[in-house]
């Protein structure tokens, strides 16, 4: 059965019920102060500045924009506050990974924060108390003057360990909760990709590249070659891996290290067992495993090197975790390869006597895979966590365009929702006790904060507010919720921002298409939407068919229809608000990044109502990036006709085009290659259209977001956007 509770009135510390600044925070139990304290380490060089030089846009030949396009300074207000500006992104702190410790009293998180002049970004280590109290301030323990990430308690609460890349590569450090400096504890090769403490507290298993090249001398200094002879031999954010996988690592905390694999296949999302005789993690131990998108789990036995497979070689499994009576195993799981299928929590026993089965009747309808986009966030998959008694889990679930907590009891075969109102619950983290519940909470007007609540879902508690004081200091516009039915009567949904209009006045409209294509838009703060709206333009942020959180059959719905039917939700999205709200028809724009980028090229060869287009690491010919990608299995597996491939591509009618079109491309993407964005600039340029193509050397496909793109690049970037747009709607 699934139970849901009924809707009460929203909770404290919801969003403010208009369009002023966030003044609606509580104030009996919650710190609203950003965090300012320093920390006890004082030994830190100082971190080198990159050469601004070699971060700067490569543009190629255009036509220019006028001297007089305007600049993002944000628009002024009746109320005296400014609404959001291209600068201020880079202004915004981004609170994640919330971990708490072994007794309940402390959470510590991480806080990612950017710096425009140095065009770097860092992140510390903080903590907070659980007790809510205002006296209870947060206090950050590590300096922050590099990347300081993953905090994790030891079994016994004394040593936080976290991930730092202050030597060169990121390596494992712990910090004493006594007091003193940190200590590096690791030195491999590679840089570590994740770790876990093992029961006793006297052992960390971590994650790193190995390969056979390591164990030979480098008498060049340089690599000469770089061999292929497996389609997974590069990776976007990584290049070329070098015949490098990552293994699982054995690190005593007293003692020599030992690398426990040397498989030619990643390993990865790693639990020990409760007892730490054995490990559990995923992999794709195919004889082929490169041509195919699948991954299952394998269990370690520490002591003989032998491993036992679990789950089904064909399916998708991850993010494994171990029952504490060390019986039962639980994981997300789908059979589907193509993305569009539903998340959903899987029971295993750990001794593979019985197989993989839904924790519950019902958990197939549910996915927790929270795929709800806001380019500053990066939580797709939280580990489940299980109640004390292994009877139940706790799991974050994508609901339409909103993420709520569930416990799911498998001993009464009940599915019962934790949270209620607006927003997003994510990175739940479940207390030894399971009295606890840490957690990221975030909306659509706050990137995100550390609360906390009991292992019910009550008594919600709001830790932190790192960014109220930037909230606090301009005019938000909020997003309206909207349905409309689409050319066979199927409801689509999509959020519209509408931007304060003086009566009888008409705003240009910006329709955003998604990526994925089974992401989805919902209840976040889109600092690109915010900008828009407070200079004047409506946006659209549609649903269509293939989004995430709308049940399994409507994510399927995209699976070998690119630019099909998703496209017509988009135009009858498009036909609704014209008929609903004053726009102005003759001022629309499309802008996308991925697969929203391919759904802009699209678009412009389909209509001509757009007068002018962005298109963002998207593709032009399905083809060619089902050749090119680092992801040519899954293209393959998402539209696998390949005539309709080629029907469905922009670059195909690339001489139906007359929209204006700005093409900005990460350098190093290899999700969406660069070439996507050059074939399609060169067709339109030899047809003397008006086309401009940017290029982001170093940036990988997901540049926009903080953790991957540089400062310069994420402002450059939208700059470059809203200049295209005055100039062209204007």
């Known amino acids: 059965t699934i139970q849901v509770p009924a809707l009460p009135s929203e909770p404290k510390a919801q969003h403010p019920e208009n369009a002023e600044a966030a003044s609606s925070e509580p104030t009996d139990q919650t710190n609203t102060a950003t965090p300012t304290e320093t920390t006890a380490e004082t030994t830190l060089t100082t971190e080198e500045t990159p050469d601004p030089a070699s971060s700067q846009a490569e543009q190629t030949p255009a036509p220019p924009l006028p001297s007089s396009a305007p600049t993002s300074t944000a628009m002024p207000t009746m109320q005296g506050l400014p609404y959001a500006s291209v600068e201020d992104l880079v202004e915004l702190h981004i609170v994640s990974d919330p971990q708490i410790s072994p007794d309940g009293s402390l959470i510590a998180f991480t806080v990612l924060d950017s710096n425009n002049t140095q065009n770097t970004t860092s992140s510390a280590i903080w903590l907070v108390h659980n007790n809510g109290s205002k006296t209870q301030v947060p206090r950050q323990i590590t300096r922050g003057a590099y990347h300081d990430t993953m905090p994790r308690w030891s079994p016994d609460g004394r040593t936080l360990a976290f991930l730092t890349d202050r030597s060169g590569t990121t390596q494992i450090s712990l910090l004493s909760m006594s007091g003193g400096e940190a200590q590096q504890v690791s030195s491999l090769a590679h840089s570590v990709t994740e770790y876990k403490w093992r029961s006793d507290g006297r052992a960390i298993l971590a994650h790193s590249a190995w390969g056979p090249s390591d164990e030979r001398a480098d008498t060049t200094g340089a690599q000469t070659v770089e061999i292929f002879t497996r389609l997974d031999a590069h990776w976007n954010g990584q290049g070329y891996k070098q015949g490098l996988y990552q293994q699982l690592w054995l690190l005593p905390l007293e ?44 269990v370690l036995t520490v002591a003989t090197g032998q491993m036992r ?12 975790s171990w029952s504490p009576d060390g019986q039962t195993i639980a994981y997300l799981y789908t059979g589907d390869q193509t993305e569009a299928g539903n998340m959903s929590p899987w029971l295993v026993r750990a001794d593979g006597s019985v197989e993989g089965h839904p924790i519950v009747q019902g958990a197939t309808e549910i ?7 806001d380019e500053l966030r990066s939580e797709w998959l939280s580990q489940p966590q299980w109640y004390p008694d292994s009877k139940a889990l706790l799991v974050p679930v994508q609901e339409r365009g909103q993420v709520h907590l569930y416990r799911i009891d498998s001993e009464h075969d009940q599915l019962l929702r934790l949270t209620v109102g607006n927003g997003r619950y994510l990175s739940p983290q479940l207390s030894k006790d399971g009295q606890t519940i840490a957690l990221i909470r975030a909306d659509w007007f706050t990137p995100g904060d550390v609360w906390s609540m009991d292992g019910t879902g009550k008594r919600p508690c709001k830790l932190t507010g790192v960014n109220d004081t930037f909230l606090r200091g301009h005019q938000w516009i909020r997003p309206r919720r909207i349905t409309w039915k689409s050319f066979d009567g199927l409801e689509i949904e999509g959020w519209l921002y509408m931007p304060p209009l003086p009566e009888n006045t008409q705003v240009p409209l910006i329709l955003a298409p998604h990526g994925g294509p089974s992401l989805a838009w919902g209840d976040a703060y889109v600092h690109e939407f915010q900008v828009l709206a407070g200079r004047g333009y409506a946006v659209l942020a549609p649903n269509p068919r293939g989004s995430a959180g709308y049940g399994e059959e409507f994510c399927r719905k995209v699976v070998n229809d690119w630019g099909g039917d998703d496209f017509r939700d988009l135009m009858a999205g498009i036909d609704f608000v014209l008929a609903t709200e004053a726009i102005d028809e003759k001022r629309l724009g499309i802008s996308g990044l991925s697969y929203g980028g391919y759904m802009t090229n699209w678009a412009i060869t389909q209509t001509t109502r757009f007068k002018a287009a962005v298109s963002r690491n998207g593709i032009s010919a399905i083809n060619t990036a089902a050749q090119l990608s680092d992801q040519s299995v899954w293209f393959s597996l998402s539209m696998q006709d390949q005539e309709l491939q080629r029907k469905r591509s922009a670059l195909t009618f690339s001489d139906q085009i007359t929209t204006p079109l700005l093409l900005l491309h990460a350098g190093d993407d290899l999700r969406c290659p660069f070439s996507e964005a050059l074939q399609l ?15 982001y050397p170093g940036a990988s496909h997901l540049m926009d977001w903080p953790d991957t793109g540089t400062p310069q690049q994420r402002v450059d970037r939208l700059r470059r956007t809203f200049q295209w747009f005055e100039h062209f709607l204007q």
């Open 309 to 320: 497979r679990l789950t089904p070689e064909e399916g998708l499994a991850q993010v494994p």
């Open 681 to 695: 600039f060169v067709a339109l340029r030899l047809q003397k259209r008006a086309v401009e193509l940017i290029r």
């Open 255 to 298: 003692g020599q290290v030992t690398r426990l694999t040397s498989e030619p296949v990643d390993l990865e999302q790693s639990c020990w067992s409760p007892d730490g005789t054995e490990i559990v993690f995923c992999a794709n131990r195919r004889s082929d495993p490169d041509l195919s998108a699948s991954r299952a789990l394998w």
């Open 367 to 373: 996915t927790c895979q929270t795929w709800i986009i």
